[in-house]
T-cell receptor, first 114, second 115 residues
Framework: DTGVSQDPRHKITKRGQNVTFRCDPI?????LYWYRQTLGQGPEFLTY????????KSRLLSDRFSAERPKGSFSTLEIQRTEQGDSAMYLC????????????FGEGSRLTVL | AQSVAQPEDQVNVAEGNPLTVKCTYS??????LFWYVQYPNRGLQFLLK??????LVKGSYGFEAEFNKSQTSFHLKKPSALVSDSALYFC?????????????FGTGTRLKVLA
């Protein structure tokens, strides 16, 4: 299967630690998105890339969050000095820029901050 | 501000009955509209989209949705519900012409189909 893959699927960490999530998009997709989803809520936009350029970043994203897509393929989302409020599902999605169509989502990375 | 509203947290329907899950939006320009479904501990799966053209669009698993520009709505429908349709449904919108490629999601509607 060549869908969007995310790693790790689950991460439990202590408050104050740093965590990093990886997303591998569908290979021909040049747009990559990160969303955060908390229980009972819809996905909240965090940021998106077109190729390696980060084109938009949510104001929800504090300075503790950083995302990269260095070669325009996989992406990483790092959270520094985690807080309990960071506990959520982090979703990655990709799409083809020439397409007016849908996002393809990965299974998500669930973060629990103790 | 651009937004999507799903006014119902939960919709209950008997198996075999028609179902409707409501969505309204507020965006500038001509929107691109989407419905996704999410099963427990899974990512979001695409169901259908409206970009342009016929206001009634058909998608996966027998679902369809009707775009109504005057009411700024994009309600999800299915003529005959199945128990396996029980899941969380999200409406999403992407502004068509504002230069952003950000997709905005609603808060979700939980659909329960009762046997």
């Amino acid at each position: 299967d060549t869908g969007v893959s995310q790693d790790p699927r689950h991460k439990i960490t202590k408050r104050g630690q740093n965590v990093t999530f990886r997303c591998d998009p569908i290979s021909e997709h040049n747009r990559l998105y990160w969303y955060r989803q908390t229980l009972g809520q819809g996905p909240e936009f965090l940021t998106y890339f077109q190729n390696e350029a980060q084109l938009e970043k949510s104001r929800l994203l504090s300075d503790r969050f950083s995302a990269e897509r260095p070669k325009g393929s996989f992406s990483t989302l790092e959270i520094q000095r985690t807080e309990q409020g960071d506990s959520a599902m982090y979703l990655c999605a990709s799409s083809w820029a020439a397409n007016t169509g849908e996002l393809f989502f990965g299974e998500g990375s669930r973060l629990t901050v103790l | 501000a651009q937004s999507v509203a799903q006014p119902e947290d939960q919709v209950n329907v008997a198996e075999g009955n028609p179902l409707t899950v409501k969505c309204t939006y507020s965006v500038s320009g001509n929107p691109y509209l989407f419905w996704y479904v999410q099963y427990p501990n899974r990512g979001l799966q695409f169901l259908l989209k409206y970009i342009t053209g016929d206001n009634l669009v058909k998608g996966s698993y027998g679902f369809e949705a009707e775009f109504n520009k005057s009411q700024t709505s994009f309600h999800l429908k299915k003529p005959s519900a199945l128990v396996s349709d029980s899941a969380l449904y999200f409406c999403a919108v992407r502004p068509g012409t504002s230069g952003t490629y950000k997709y905005i999601f609603g808060t979700g509607t939980r659909l329960k189909v009762l046997a």
